[in-house]
Each structure stands twice: as structure tokens, then as C-alpha cells.
């Protein structure tokens, strides 16, 4: 909590902020932990599976977000991955250019620093989330709407659908680097990587699935031809590595889920639904990802799951880990790396509420008022193609 001790008297919607948080959110604010390795090797109607795909699809509605434990997911795949992408960004930005595709929208390839801005700082509903949380819990100031000080490159991670599509997007091949020491190691290690967490969020997507009650394969049939990305991005600690600098600006994610590796420097904060507290994000080690709930999923859900905002800043433990980075590897480039895949519905697929779902989540509306959270004006969620959601 950010309160001084001496001024800090509780309104009473602070009361009821602090009346929905349980014991052991108060104590930690670490995130649920969802065992994949459960759903994987037990039957899918056993208790112990029902239990945590119930647990799964309540992380996502309280927190927008969960931590995913997979057995299959390696360390030192992530480590490898975190190092290639570091050499690569840690190159001159001559050499960083031709792998720029500005004909085709940045679509592929690679997104230089400061040109991706955070949408929420000219956006009326999303400006309203920030006045509606308080003070103490409110992201840093991005009404400077400057552009992010992030790199990205984006390496798609898509199967070619087998019906036609109304959505043919990008036909052009992904981009590989043409530098000595990066080209050969690219493909295998974005693909590598990307794979472990494409299959963990495909089958997270079943379990959340079976814990809204609904067909195991149901978003994962839906996402099966989705244009799903590997979005790496890249901060340069050496030029932004002081704190309270903004990396990635207060937001939300378009896609259906997003998940992430973890990252070598902490500043990922993420805020809860319930209860409008920023969490600093933990991923623990050992094969874990973090995933969060994107726009799609709040739309098939009607809000009863609403996309997760977040954001990327320089904090106390991002300066600590700085210093130690440096002690410890004094020869590695000091590049913050994100490793993030999107996870996306088919172009083609009908977005829309499922009814049973949007009755929840009214009553969900109705429980927080009943606490003193006010979400704000109801939105509205009419049946569109995803293509065109994307593109809107
Ligand atoms: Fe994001």
C-alpha cells in the first residue's frame, strides 16, 4: 500500500476495497498459480481438473491475469531466447532498419523505438478507468502521450486457415536478421520459444473454457487459424533506465490472451479487477509464464472477464536489478526484454457475448457496486467479425 501512515484516514470506498480483498491477497500480492500439468495429465472430468480449470477462469475474473505453471516449458529455452533477442536489439540502429517493413504497416519485423503510443492517453473510457481508481493506485502520468521508448519485432506464429477467409492478411514471409552472429540461431529460437508458448496458451485457453462451463474446445477451435504474434520488445536501460520512466504506458490488449515469459527485469505492473490495486507482477522461476485476458475473451465473455490493463515502468527493483545485471554479466547488453506472444481468435469468427456468460457478468457488475467499486458505464458488446474488432 502507498498511504502515509500519519494522513491516511479510509473512505469508506477504501473500506470496501479492503473488505474484498481476502486474507492472503493482503498478506502477498502475488497472482494465482494455474497448474497446466494438471489439466494435461489428469482425465478432464476428474475433481482435480474441474477444480483448477474453475480456478483459472475466477484468476482471470478477478485479476485479468494468473500465472501459469507447464512443466514443458523450459528455462533455458527462455534464457536463450532473452539472449538472442538481447544481441539483436543491442545492434546498431543502422542495422536494426532493414529489418523495418514500413510497406507493409510494421506488420512484421522490426517497430523502433518511440513509435508505438499508448492509445488509452487520447481515449475518453480509458482515461475514465484512471480517474476511477485511486489516487495511490493510478499508473504514471501518460497524458504527455509521448510515444513509448520500446523497440518490438513481430514474428508470426500463424497456420494458414483451410477455408477461405475473408481476412487474408499478410502473405509475406517473416523477417531474419541478416547479422553473422543472429541469423542462424533466429528462426529455431523465436520458433522454439514460441511454440512453448503458443501450446500453453492454447490449452489455457480449454481449461478457462471448462471453467466458464462452456465446451473445453471452444476458444481453442476459435483460435486454431488466429494470427497469433511473438511481439518481443526491447527497452535500452542504458538510455531509460532511470526511474519512474514510462517503458509501455498504461493499457489494454486487443487479442484474445496474451502471455509472457519472464522477464529479466521486474516493472510489470497489471491491476486488478476487483479491487483496482496495482499488483507488481511476480513470475516465480522454474516454468512459469504469465498470461492475461485480452479484449476478445472480455467480449465472448460479455465483461464477465474484462481485459487486464498494464503497464511497464522503471521501479526501485527494475534500478536494483539493473545494478546487479551489470555487476553480474558485465559483458551482456542491458536490454530489458519482453517476451510476449498474442494469442488471437480466427480473423473469420463471430465474436459475440455467450448469453449464460453476460448474465454473469451483470451480476458481477451488481455485487461490485454492492462494495462500493464503481466499473463504470456498461459496455456494450455487439456481435462482430474478429477481423474487423482487430481492425477497429
Ligand atoms: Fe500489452
Redesign the pocket.
Known amino acids: 500500500m502507498h498511504f502515509e501512515e500519519a494522513t491516511y484516514k479510509p473512505t469508506d470506498r477504501h473500506r470496501a476495497r479492503i473488505l474484498t480483498m481476502d486474507a492472503s491477497q493482503q498478506q502477498s500480492m502475488n497472482l494465482p498459480v494455474i497448474d497446466l500439468d494438471v489439466y494435461l495429465n489428469k482425465p478432464r472430468d476428474s475433481p482435480e481438473v474441474q477444480q483448477e480449470c474453475a480456478k483459472a477462469a475466477n484468476a482471470l475474473i478477478t485479476y485479468g491475469a494468473l500465472v501459469l505453471h507447464d512443466s514443458r516449458v523450459a528455462d533455458k529455452d527462455n534464457d536463450t531466447f532473452l539472449d538472442l533477442l538481447e544481441d539483436y536489439f543491442a545492434q546498431p540502429e543502422e542495422e536494426l532498419r532493414k529489418d523495418e517493413r514500413p510497406e507493409l504497416s510494421y506488420q512484421i519485423g522490426v517497430t523502433l523505438e518511440n513509435t508505438e503510443k499508448p492509445k488509452c492517453a487520447v481515449d475518453e473510457p480509458c482515461l475514465d478507468v484512471i480517474k476511477r481508481l485511486d489516487p495511490s493506485q493510478r499508473p504514471l502520468d501518460i497524458t504527455g502521450h509521448q510515444p513509448d521508448p520500446k523497440c518490438r519485432f513481430f514474428w508470426r506464429m500463424a497456420d494458414p486457415p483451410p477455408y477461405e477467409t475473408q481476412f487474408p492478411g499478410l502473405n509475406a514471409p517473416n523477417v531474419t536478421p541478416a547479422a553473422e552472429h543472429i541469423k542462424e540461431r533466429w528462426a529455431p529460437t523465436m520458433n522454439q520459444w514460441g511454440t512453448c508458448m503458443k501450446n500453453a496458451v492454447s490449452k489455457l485457453s480449454e481449461m478457462t473454457a471448462v471453467g466458464l462451463g462452456l465446451p473445453a474446445e471452444y476458444f481453442s477451435d476459435a483460435g486454431r487459424y488466429g494470427p497469433h504474434l511473438l511481439a518481443p520488445t526491447a527497452s535500452d536501460l542504458v538510455k531509460y533506465g532511470q526511474k519512474d520512466t514510462i517503458l ?1 504506458g498504461f ?1 489494454t ?1 486487443l487479442n484474445f490472451l ?1 502471455i509472457h515469459g519472464r522477464s529479466r527485469y521486474p516493472g510489470l505492473n497489471i491491476w486488478a479487477r476487483n479491487t483496482g490495486d496495482r499488483i507488481a507482477v511476480k513470475i516465480p522461476p522454474g516454468n512459469h509464464l504469465l498470461v492475461q485476458a485480452g479484449k476478445q475473451l472480455e467480449y465472448a465473455t460479455g465483461g464477465l472477464i474484462k481485459a487486464g490493463f ?1 503497464e511497464v515502468t522503471v521501479n526501485e527493483k527494475t534500478v536494483e536489478t539493473i545494478e546487479k545485471r551489470k555487476r553480474d554479466c558485465p559483458d551482456r547488453p542491458l536490454v530489458r526484454i519482453s517476451s510476449t506472444l498474442f494469442w488471437h481468435l480466427n480473423s473469420d469468427f463471430d465474436l459475440a457475448p455467450v448469453p449464460a456468460l453476460a448474465e454473469r457478468a451483470q451480476q458481477v457488475r451488481t455485487e461490485q457496486a454492492k462494495l462500493g467499486r464503481d466499473e463504470g458505464a456498461v459496455p456494450s458488446y455487439p456481435p462482430v467479425k474478429v477481423g474487423h474488432q482487430v481492425e477497429g
Open positions: 509501455a493499457h490488449d496474451t498494464h
